[in-house]
Structures are given as structure tokens and as C-alpha cells.
């Protein structure tokens, strides 16, 4: 199925989800999980280095294998730098939610809102790269088009990305 329009690509999500090659709210879950290893196999970087203790190196190394492991189940084919395309997108959105979050509890919410956005962005672009309905040749394609008439603020791709993530990962799914 060529993805033409907005409408195309939701509608081939949704033909996937119901052939069960899909599980969305569970892969969206193991995005988290990974997100979060990631980030503890930056604390194990650090602590080895201000401890001198290489013992942490080594469980930064058991972790990697796990979120390695875990990974593959989300990213199943992949090209080029793919892998560690999703990886980076994965951990700097991470790093910019616990941003935010830091710079809402200082009261300092417009900020928190600019670094929750572009948190989400990254987090959709991850998805755009990695859910098997478009292709990186296909990210081209992609224009104002894609969307409903009514999308008013067209601010380019990421946006596009974000909008198409809103509409169909939906987390709550039991």
C-alpha cells in the first residue's frame, strides 16, 4: 500500500494492528523500559568514573546486553545507522523529559513545555523511523499534505510525526 496521505498511513497502522503484527501499547512500554536503560547505563558510566570502581563498568555492561536484547524486539530491521539512530533519539528524549520535569517543578513552565515538545518529537520521530510503514526513502514524501486541512501550524516534519503518533500508539490498550 502506498502511503500518499495522512489518512493512508494511519489506515496501514491500523490494517497492521489488526493482523497482530503490531502490538503498539506494548512496544510503546518497551520504549520507556529502554529509555530508562539507557539512562542507567549512563549512571553506571558516571559512578565508575567519580568511584574509580570498575565493578560498575561491568554492570554497565550486563545492562547494555538486556537493553541490546530488548531493542531487537522493537527495531527488527534496520539499515545504515538506524540502530543507533533510534538508540540516540530514544536517550535524548529521555534526557529531555527529566529536563523538563526538573524545570517544571522550578516553576518554570514554558520552558518545561518547550523541552516536553521536543522531548515528544524525538520520541515520534523514533517511531516514524522504526514502525515498518515507511521507509527512510519515504520520509521525503511526507509534506503538508500528509495531514487534515485543519492542521494550522505546519512547523515541518517532526510536528507531521508527532501529530501521527498522537493518533495511533495509544498506551492505555490492555
Known amino acids: 500500500m502506498a502511503i500518499n ?6 489506515k496501514k497502522i491500523d490494517d497492521l494492528k489488526k493482523q497482530d503484527k503490531m502490538d503498539l501499547s506494548s512496544d ?18 558516571f559512578t565508575a568514573e567519580k568511584t574509580g570502581k570498575a565493578s560498575y563498568l561491568d554492570l554497565l ?41 526538573k524545570q517544571l517543578g522550578r516553576e518554570r513552565k514554558d520552558e518545561a513545555e518547550d523541552l516536553f515538545k521536543k522531548a515528544f518529537d524525538l520520541y515520534s520521530l523514533f517511531w516514524a523511523v522504526n514502525m515498518g510503514v ?6 521525503k514524501k ?15 516534519l517532526m510536528a507531521k510525526f ?9 498506551c492505555c490498550i490492555e
Not at 28 to 45: K, R, T, V, W
Open 134 to 139: 515507511m521507509n527512510t526513502s519515504g520520509l
Open 61 to 101: 555492561n550486563q545492562v547494555r546486553s538486556m537493553r541490546k536484547e530488548l531493542l531487537k524486539k522493537i527495531i527488527k530491521d534496520y539499515e545504515g545507522e538506524v540502530w543507533c539512530i533510534s538508540k540516540h533519539l530514544l536517550a535524548a528524549s529521555m534526557r529531555l523529559m527529566e529536563v523538563g520535569t
Open 142 to 156: 511526507l509534506d503538508d499534505g500528509m495531514l487534515n486541512k485543519q492542521d494550522e501550524k505546519k512547523t515541518g
Open 5 to 10: 496521505n495522512y489518512q493512508d498511513l494511519v
Open 28 to 45: 510503546q512500554d518497551l520504549s520507556i523500559a529502554i529509555m530508562n536503560l539507557i539512562s542507567i547505563e549512563e549512571h553506571f558510566f
Open 162 to 170: 508527532s501529530e501521527v503518533v498522537k493518533k495511533v500508539i495509544d
